[in-house]
């Protein structure tokens, strides 16, 4: 992996050491907003109220089938860091072309699932290998919309915590050495991974913020302190009246949370 990889450049919960480095510069670097909105007018007009506060940004399924490939080409021109949240789950082959293809796109980070098991997760890491900026290979391990009946309901016998780690061992044997995770997975898959494994958690609600269909969560400060490297923020920061002073909020826990460590 290049210099930068982002499996160098983050650990859990640590004070930057740099002198130069604010606990809210930090900050801006764990937070990700999730723009899930419907059309790219929508994810730019968002971008644009968010007043330059937030370099990461997420896009997902919903925005990306709006608005395909140009979304991305346009944020990544105007300087923000990617986050392709695609959960690609395929046969090896078509998912290790689809890694390729994202890759030329510049995207810093893309999902997928765990689930597709030992062959697809090798054969997406390998399609990295001779990018010059291969993004961080992220497999999601368990949902976080998912409960325990939720899980034995897609014949898994196992709690949410046991599959997280399953499927984080199986990544980390082929290759993968980043992982999505609900907040109560992420402090056991640190302690599996190690220290420079790159940990994205979503399920993150402000204190006193709808839940909505997440079931496994955590405020920003928890999920930093189990030892998230990033955090996925979507709707108390895009739904809120006024998404700025939402985001400040929510990075004024995040930089507190590292000036305290």
């Not at 390729?100 to 796109?105: E, K, S």
């Not at 697809?120 to 949902?143: F, G, H, Q, Y």
């Amino acid at each position: 992996m290049p210099e930068n990889s982002l499996t160098t450049a983050f650990e859990p919960l640590r004070a930057p050491t740099s002198p130069k480095t604010s606990a809210w510069d930090e900050a801006q670097q764990r937070l990700i907003v999730a723009l899930d909105v419907p059309t790219a007018a929508a994810a730019l007009a968002l971008v644009d109220r968010l007043e330059g506060q937030c370099p990461w940004l997420k896009i997902g399924l919903e925005l990306f089938i709006a608005a395909g490939p140009a979304i991305v080409e346009t944020l990544v021109s105007r300087g923000h860091s990617i986050f392709l949240d695609l959960k690609l789950h395929d046969i090896p082959n078509t998912v290790a072309s689809a890694v390729r293809t994202a890759t030329a796109l510049n995207v810093r980070m893309l999902t997928l699932h765990a689930a597709g098991g030992p062959a697809m997760l090798a054969a997406a890491r390998e399609a990295t290998i001779n990018a010059a900026t291969p993004p961080e290979l992220l497999a999601v391990t368990v949902l976080t919309s998912m409960n325990q009946a939720q899980v034995e309901a897609v014949g898994v016998p196992r709690t949410p915590l046991a599959q997280a780690e399953l499927l984080a061992r199986m990544g980390l044997e082929n290759g993968i050495r980043g992982f999505v995770c609900s907040p109560q997975e992420v402090a056991a898959l640190r302690a599996l991974a190690g220290r420079e494994a790159v940990l994205v958690t979503p399920g993150i609600r402000p204190a006193g913020a709808a839940a909505w269909d997440q079931q496994r969560i955590a405020t920003p400060a928890q999920a930093l302190q189990q030892g998230a490297s990033h955090i996925v923020v979507g709707r108390p920061v895009t739904q809120a009246a006024d998404p700025a002073q939402a985001a400040r909020e929510v990075l004024s826990e995040i930089a507190a949370a590292l000036a305290e460590n």
